[in-house]
């Protein structure tokens, strides 16, 4: 599936704009940039992102994934939780950016509430309001949704990400057949995320699950991470490799290279002999390398994942596009670490 956030900062959004929309329209939307920014100063995104990084995603989708030229409807992109999460109000959005931008805001802000026990008919009242919207702020509102959900298992707590998951495939997948580039979008989304509508307790679940986790990931050899733990579970798979193993194999570097935790894995209800595995194949900040081999080969089913893990790490086609000096280091590595699990078994 597509992720969006190729612009940091307002340089890269700049210069991304350039050619998009006219000159005006970036000037404009700049000074939106900087009011969103000043508003939104000291707020982080659940897995710990500068707020502004989610703006600038919506931007991106709106103006490079839709062809948006309207400026109104970017800088509401920019602004559009400004009056529900900041102190900035409709009417100075409406003095400073127009009423067209401002109207669009508004469509998308949810309604303060005057108690908790109002929250659930508020929303649903909310995201009624958004299904018979206008166009733009349909479109508007899914950039806004897509960039929240499109990395939706860095959210540190499982239960939001379930949630999540739920309401977007029962309200925002419907509307986004609005334009059939957002469609394709929430297609695609919806399938790379479904292993959060049950437990992760197949090898499928846990091939997407690993996908999501490493989707952004570049390996040493400059291609996507997740490809070397697929091959892995191939590998470990050729070898006779149990479905847990063959889980564990294609999990076997998501706590120790993403975010993803072992505490996460677990409510995720991947099956504990799966996460045994994966937390014995997970190598300790600071762990010597033989401390870390001697403590894995405590769980015997651990071996064979990591001795596939090794096999596509050391074949010849990855080594072959690593410098010299790497590719003996990482030999003379492997075959130490095989000497170990041979000569470590419990």
């Known amino acids: 599936m597509k992720v969006f956030g190729n612009w940091r900062s307002w340089n890269e959004a700049a210069n991304g704009l350039d050619g998009l929309v006219t000159a005006e329209t970036v000037v404009r939307l700049g000074e939106a940039y900087v009011f969103a920014a000043e508003n ?9 992102e500068p707020y502004v990084w989610h703006l600038l995603e919506v931007i991106e989708l709106l103006a490079v994934e839709l062809g948006v030229t309207d400026g109104a409807l970017l800088t509401a992109g920019l602004l559009h939780d400004v009056v529900e999460d900041t102190d900035a ?7 400073r950016f127009g009423a067209r931008t401002a109207s669009l805001v508004d469509a998308v802000t ?5 108690s908790s026990a109002d929250k659930g008919v508020a929303r649903k009242t909310y995201l009624g309001g958004i299904a018979n919207a206008s166009v733009d702020v349909v479109r508007l509102k899914l950039a806004d949704r897509y960039s929240n959900v499109q990395r939706l298992h860095t959210h540190p707590q499982v239960a939001k990400q379930r949630s999540y998951f739920a309401e977007t495939v029962e309200h925002f997948v419907p509307l986004a057949g609005v334009d059939v580039r957002l469609a394709r979008l929430f297609t695609e989304w919806a399938d790379a995320y479904d ?7 197949t090898v499928d679940a846990a091939d997407k699950l690993a996908a999501a986790a490493h989707r952004e990931q570049i390996d040493k050899t400059g291609t996507p991470y997740v490809n070397h733990v697929r091959r892995t579970a191939r590998i470990a798979t050729a070898h006779d490799a149990s479905e847990h193993q063959q889980m564990a194999a294609l999990l076997h570097d998501s706590v120790e290279d993403t975010l993803l935790t072992l505490d996460q894995l677990r409510h995720l ?7 045994d595995m994966v ?18 080969a405590q769980t015997p089913d651990a071996i064979l994942v990591k001795r596939a893990d090794i096999e596509d790490n050391q074949s010849s086609q990855r080594l072959a596009q690593l410098d010299p000096d790497t590719q003996q280091r990482l030999r003379v590595k492997y075959r130490t670490a095989l000497d170990i699990l041979d000569t470590a078994r419990p």
């Open 269 to 275: 209800g991947t099956p504990p002999a799966v996460v």
């Open 89 to 95: 109000t409709l009417a100075e959005t409406t003095q």
């Open 40 to 48: 939104h100063r000291g707020q982080f995104r659940p897995a710990g």
């Open 110 to 114: 949810m309604p303060i509430l005057v």
């Open 279 to 296: 937390d014995a194949l997970t190598h300790r900040t600071d762990e010597p390398q033989h401390d870390y081999l001697k403590r894995l």
């Open 195 to 201: 292993f959060l509508a049950g437990d992760v307790e």
